[in-house]
T-cell receptor
Framework: GQNIDQPTEMTATEGAIVQINCTYQTSGFNGLFWYQQHAGEAPTFLSYNVLDGLEEKGRFSSFLSRSKGYSYLLLKELQMKDSASYLCAVRDGDYKLSFGAGTTVTVRA | GAVVSQHPSWVICKSGTSVKIECRSLDFQATTMFWYRQFPKQSLMLMATSNEGSKATYEQGVEKDKFLINHASLTLSTLTVTSAHPEDSSFYIC???????????FGQGTRLTVV
């Protein structure tokens, strides 16, 4: 199975940068995903890492270290609309996703 | 990316009745679909893996006789919550595995409320 940990809540100011950490312990690894989820809606894909290193995608970047079982999602130039829950998910060899509990990010003006 | 349509978006039903939720892959053939459940302020939990033409594989603790999954075609999987009870009230989401893609595609989700 998978054990995925991420902080419960984070608060930041509009225009700032926030980093959401995720650590995992897995019985099989086939990629790590970050999703954004607004209340009452389905998750939307943000990023995917399968090799070590940094993947940059506009204001969002994601980093992976497989040897450390560690990833982070970096949100830059925060906007009010970025207030949401951010889910770290690990995929196993059967393409099943195991999700962390999610980090609720609140952006203040 | 793939387009996944889930229906209905929300449903309210009486305790003891059954509810069917559909998940359709609109632009490609999906041999595998996944069903997740999410309780308020909690993360998504995988319930079962739906395989076209064969029986679904259920995760530990999920009652297969209560949550019936049918994957009769390459574009449609259904989840039927049988004899629903208030504790089954949750957000149910399907996702589709698209071979070669680097992301899982999610349906819009179904908010089930059992009264």
């Amino acid at each position: 199975g998978q054990n995925i940990d991420q902080p419960t809540e984070m608060t930041a100011t509009e225009g700032a940068i926030v980093q959401i950490n995720c650590t995992y312990q897995t019985s099989g690894f086939n990629g790590l995903f970050w999703y954004q989820q607004h209340a009452g809606e389905a998750p939307t894909f943000l990023s995917y890492n399968v090799l070590d290193g940094l993947e940059e995608k506009g204001r969002f970047s994601s980093f992976l270290s497989r040897s450390k079982g560690y990833s982070y999602l970096l949100l830059k130039e925060l906007q009010m609309k970025d207030s949401a829950s951010y889910l770290c998910a690990v995929r196993d060899g059967d393409y099943k996703l195991s999700f962390g509990a999610g980090t609720t990010v609140t952006v203040r003006a | 990316g793939a387009v996944v349509s889930q229906h209905p978006s929300w449903v309210i039903c009486k305790s003891g009745t059954s509810v069917k939720i559909e998940c359709r892959s609109l632009d490609f053939q999906a041999t595998t679909m996944f069903w997740y459940r999410q309780f308020p302020k909690q993360s998504l939990m995988l319930m079962a893996t739906s395989n076209e033409g064969s029986k679904a594989t259920y995760e530990q603790g999920v009652e297969k006789d209560k949550f019936l999954i049918n994957h009769a075609s390459l574009t449609l999987s259904t989840l039927t919550v049988t004899s629903a009870h208030p504790e089954d009230s949750s957000f149910y989401i399907c996702s589709v595995k698209d071979r070669g893609e680097t992301e899982a595609f999610f349906g819009q989700g179904t908010r089930l409320t059992v009264v």
